[in-house]
Nanobody, 122 residues
């Protein structure tokens, strides 16, 4: 059974950094061939793509996070990390890990984690 577990969220002041991790279990082959992405959803807003990474390492970022966030994956450990720097209050949201979608974000995958809250105070 597919399971994605996010960790690393929390409260941080504007300008600070956080590192989110997504750990996968039960999906060795699927994980190794699939795009993994981070989405976020702020209160009252639609869920949006933050960053995605393909099995070959191609990445895509939302314009709002380019230059501040970095996505990386460790296929052996079945983890994907999102390093977030220069955080802004508008980055406040629940962040979700997603497996199996398109790197462009046009289609999300079928597998989601439970989400982790990121709160950036001004």
């Amino acid at each position: 059974q597919v399971q994605l577990v996010e960790s690393g969220g929390g409260l941080v002041q504007a300008g600070g950094s956080l590192r989110l991790s997504c750990a996968a279990s039960g999906i060795s082959i699927t994980w190794s061939i699939s795009t993994v992405a981070w989405y976020r959803q702020a209160p009252g807003k639609q869920r949006e793509l933050v960053a995605a990474i393909t099995r070959s390492g191609t990445t895509n970022y939302a314009d709002s996070v380019k230059g501040r966030f970095t996505i990386s994956r460790d296929s052996a450990q079945k983890t994907v990390n999102l390093q977030m720097s220069s955080l802004k209050p508008e980055d406040t949201a629940v962040y979700y890990c997603n497996l199996g979608g398109l790197v462009s974000g046009e289609r999300s995958g079928a597998h989601w984690g439970q989400g982790t809250q990121v709160t950036v105070s001004s």
